[in-house]
Every structure is written in C-alpha cells, then in structure tokens.
C-alpha cells in the first residue's frame, strides 16, 4: 500500500512465477443481456478475453453493441427509485447511475486526476508495461469503470493497447466516441471473473468495494485477471476521518462528540447502510487496505 496525497493506493505486480491457465468463457453481447453476465457461456465477437482462437475480427458493430446509447435502451438495466436511477445488476452498490452522478464520477476522477499528477500512479511501472513493442498488444481491464471517462483517456493516451471496462450499468458515452481499441461491458463483479483470468496486463479499479459481498474472494478473482508481470491499480477510501494532526481519527459528529466531524458522520452512516442493509463488505477492505500486499499470495507488493 503507497499513499500518494492522502489517496490510498493498493498497487501489486503479478509475480512471474505466477501460472493461471484457466481461460473460462467469453461474455454475452450486451445486446442480449439477461442477468449475472459472468455465469453466461454465450459467445459474443471481440471479446478481449484470450478465448483460445474464438476471437473474431471487431467491427463498429461489435463496439456499438457494448454501449447503451439508443433511445429507450436504459430501462432494462436501471431501475428508478425516489426520483434516482440504480442498477439492476447489483443491489448492495448503493450508489444512482444517472445524469447527477455521471457529473460526480467525473468531478471525481478530475480530483483523481489532479491528486495522483496524471491518469495513474507508478506511472514508470506503467509506462513501461503498455509500452509499443512489436508483435504484442497490451490489454488493460478498467473495473467499475462509472462513465468510462477514465477508460476513454486510457484508450486515446495508449492507441496501441486495447481497453475493456465493465461496470453495472451502460455507459453514457455515444457509440461514435468510443476508440476502435474500447469496448464497455455490463457485468457484476461478485459472480466471477473467470472468462478474464490471466489475459490483462493492467487492471485498474477504484472505490469499487461498496459493491463488493466478498472482498477478499473478489480481490483474489481480480488479481487473477492479470498476466505474469502485470500490475493492478486498486484505489480504495478511508471512511474514517483524520483529524487535523492527520495522525489520530477523529470521531464522527453525535451528542457524544458535538465538536465531530459531520463529513465523517456521512461516511460512517454509509458504510453502516451499505453494511446492513446492502449486505456490503467494506469492513473488510477496511483491514485489507490497512494490511497492504505483503502478505497477498498472488502479488508482488515491492515491485
């Protein structure tokens, strides 16, 4: 775990000796979508899963079938509630996929953005792992990629790799925006992974565990995602607030701590509705995030 501006990092390289040989089933055209994505064999074109010699050429047509843009095509996979737009993959991630929070995640990953000093931490690390080389094309997997705004910048930045992002719900992105080397699928993490084991060389993810049921089976799946020498780019929060000496926490605002943080009494209210309710595991990112990659047996943590 590294700490780049006070935004928790978990950064881990695959290690070489590392042998996931098992390639799993492609996923289903999102044009066909009809449940827990993961647990369907259906084949669909272009996939950026090494599916053994399935793969077919991609076209417009497979590009566009990934990407929700057509008048009334949002209805099956949101739900409306009080007003808000959610999933309807996932009902322990607690946040809306509408217009207000498309705004966010994007104001978002500006702070991001602005905080880690470009797209990415480790940049010489990745720099060198989507490097041009002849004969070989990078993949990189954006988990929980929200409106894509990440992925998109990947994609232009590294015309040379090809990028997947998955997330609950459509991106909202018109088809004539996504890069040739980009494709968005709709998937739920929790159900598995196993049609993407060994075939990213970089994942990335962020502030993705108020969906996850599992953190620790979930983060094992992702990590097998990645090649032999790969790296995953995992940004997780603290929903405990420092207090000014950065040093101590400072307690959540109540009639016990009139003089609590109020911002830390919100983060705390949502953890404790995503817990109960949502069926959420974010205590256990907790200690995950506190405990770092050391230990992980499928990661590298010092490279």
């Known amino acids: 775990m590294t700490e780049n501006n006070d935004i928790p990092i978990l950064i881990g390289t695959s290690t070489p000796e590392d042998?996931?040989?098992?390639?799993?089933?492609?996923?289903?055209?999102?044009?066909?979508?009809?449940?827990?994505?993961?647990?369907?064999?259906?084949?669909?074109?272009?996939?950026?899963?090494?599916?053994?010699?399935?793969?077919?050429?991609?076209?417009?047509?497979?590009?566009?079938?990934?990407?929700?843009?057509?008048?009334?095509?949002?209805?099956?996979?949101?739900?409306?509630?009080?007003?808000?737009?959610?999933?309807?993959?996932?009902?322990?991630y607690f946040l809306p996929t509408d217009d207000d929070e498309f705004t966010r995640l994007n104001k978002q990953h500006t702070g991001f953005?602005?905080?880690?000093?470009?797209?990415?931490?480790?940049?010489?690390?990745?720099?060198?792992?989507?490097?041009?080389?002849?004969?070989?094309?990078?993949?990189?997997?954006?988990?929980?990629?929200?409106?894509?705004?990440?992925?998109?910048?990947?994609?232009?930045?590294?015309?040379?790799?090809?990028?997947?992002?998955?997330?609950?719900?459509?991106?909202?992105?018109?088809?004539?925006?996504?890069?040739?080397?980009?494709?968005?699928?709709?998937?739920?993490?929790?159900?598995?992974?196993?049609?993407?084991?060994?075939?990213?060389?970089?994942?990335?993810?962020?502030l993705i565990a108020g969906g996850i049921r599992d953190f620790r089976k979930s983060k094992e799946d992702i990590e097998k995602c990645l090649k032999p020498g790969g790296i995953v780019l995992w940004i997780e929060g603290d929903y405990d607030m420092l207090s000014p000496d950065r040093i101590h926490y400072q307690p959540p605002a109540s009639d016990a701590h009139p003089d609590g943080s109020w911002f830390g009494r919100l983060t705390f209210e949502a953890r404790r509705a995503a817990v109960a309710f949502g069926r959420s595991d974010l205590d256990t990112m907790m200690e995950v995030l506190s405990a770092g990659l050391w230990d992980d047996p499928l990661l590298d943590s010092e490279t």
């Open 19 to 92: 042998e996931i040989s098992q390639k799993g089933v492609p996923k289903v055209d999102q044009r066909s979508f009809a449940g827990a994505l993961s647990q369907l064999g259906t084949f669909y074109a272009s996939s950026m899963a090494d599916t053994s010699g399935n793969q077919r050429d991609e076209d417009a047509m497979t590009r566009i079938s990934a990407i929700a843009s057509v008048p009334g095509g949002l209805d099956e996979y949101r739900r409306l509630e009080a007003g808000r737009a959610f999933n309807v993959l996932n009902d322990t």
């Open 113 to 206: 953005t602005v905080a880690l000093g470009g797209l990415y931490p480790a940049a010489g690390v990745v720099d060198a792992i989507l490097a041009q080389r002849e004969g070989y094309t990078p993949k990189v997997l954006d988990l929980g990629c929200g409106t894509g705004v990440w992925t998109l910048a990947m994609s232009k930045e590294f015309p040379h790799c090809q990028f997947v992002g998955i997330d609950l719900a459509p991106v909202p992105i018109e088809a004539e925006n996504v890069p040739s080397n980009c494709r968005f699928e709709l998937d739920d993490i929790n159900n598995g992974l196993a049609h993407f084991h060994n075939s990213f060389d970089i994942i990335h993810t962020r």
